[in-house]
C-alpha cells in the first residue's frame, strides 16, 4: 500500500499519511488515446467514499477522472479545459463528472483529506476547495507545504484544530488509499489524470476539443 501510519508532520502539525511513494507518473499535454474499456456497472459501483460528482446522475455521458492534487498536468486540466467542459456539457445535462482521487505521494493524500473534511455535507465545497488547491498548486506542493496548505484550508473555513484533526483522520485516508488501489487494481489506472468517458479510458492532460470530440462521439450514439 501507498499509505500506512507513518508520520507526515512539520512543528506541531502530526497527520497519519504514509511516507512510501510510487514515483512520478507518466504524463503528457499530447491528445490522449483510448487504452482500454470498462464496464459501466464495473466502473460505478460504490467505493470506498462516496463519489464526488457534478451534473445530472442521468446525463447520457458519464466521466470518471482520476487525479493526484499534486500533479502539474491534473492542474493544468482543471485550469484550461474544465471550466468550459462544465459551461458545455456538465451545466447543460450532457456529462455527469465524478471526480475520484488518486493520489500519487503523502502530500496530495494530505490535500485530498482537507477537501473531503470540506465538502462532508456540501459536494459544492468538496469542488471548491479542489478547484483552489489546483490554482494555488505552485504555492504549496513544495518543500514544506503545511503553512500554505493551512492558509488554503483556513479560506474554506478549517481552523488550525480542525485541519490537524481532518489529517490525523486514518480512517479518511485508509479510504483514499483503497479508492486509489481500487483504480489501479480493477481499472489499471497508471497515472493522472486517467479520465473513462461511458467507460472507455483516455489518459493525459485532454484539451476541450480532445474532450468535446470524445463527448460528441458518445452524444450521436444516444
Known amino acids: 500500500m501507498l499509505f500506512n501510519r507513518r508520520t507526515f508532520c512539520q512543528g506541531a502539525i ?34 470506498a467514499l462516496p463519489d464526488m460528482s457534478l451534473g445530472k446522475a442521468d446525463a447520457p455521458v458519464t466521466i470518471v477522472e482520476y487525479a493526484s492534487a499534486t500533479c502539474p498536468h491534473c492542474a493544468h486540466f482543471h485550469e484550461t479545459t ?17 471526480f475520484r482521487e488518486f493520489p500519487l505521494d503523502p502530500l496530495a493524500a494530505a490535500a485530498f483529506m482537507l477537501a473531503r473534511c470540506a465538502g462532508k455535507d456540501d459536494s459544492n465545497r468538496y469542488f471548491a476547495m479542489i478547484d483552489t488547491l489546483f490554482r494555488q498548486q505552485k504555492e504549496w506542493a513544495v518543500q514544506k ?39 489501479i487494481d480493477d481499472f489499471k489506472v497508471k497515472s493522472t489524470p486517467t479520465f ?25 450514439e444516444k
Open 14 to 47: 502530526t497527520t497519519a499519511l504514509a511516507v512510501a511513494a510510487l514515483g512520478s507518473s507518466a504524463l503528457s499535454l499530447a491528445p490522449a488515446w483510448a487504452q482500454s474499456t470498462v464496464p459501466t456497472e464495473e466502473l460505478m459501483k460504490p467505493g
Open 82 to 98: 474544465f471550466p468550459e467542459l462544465k459551461k458545455r456539457y456538465i451545466d447543460t445535462g450532457k456529462v455527469h463528472f465524478i
Open 145 to 183: 507545504p503545511i503553512p500554505p496548505l493551512l492558509a488554503i484550508a483556513k479560506q474554506a473555513g478549517f481552523t488550525e484544530a480542525t485541519f490537524n484533526e481532518c489529517l490525523a483522520n486514518q480512517d479518511l485516508l485508509d479510504s483514499i488509499e483503497k479508492v486509489r488501489q481500487r483504480a
Open 196 to 220: 473513462f468517458v461511458n467507460g472507455t479510458e483516455h489518459d493525459g492532460a485532454l484539451t476541450i476539443e480532445n474532450m468535446a470530440k470524445l463527448i460528441d462521439e458518445q452524444l450521436k
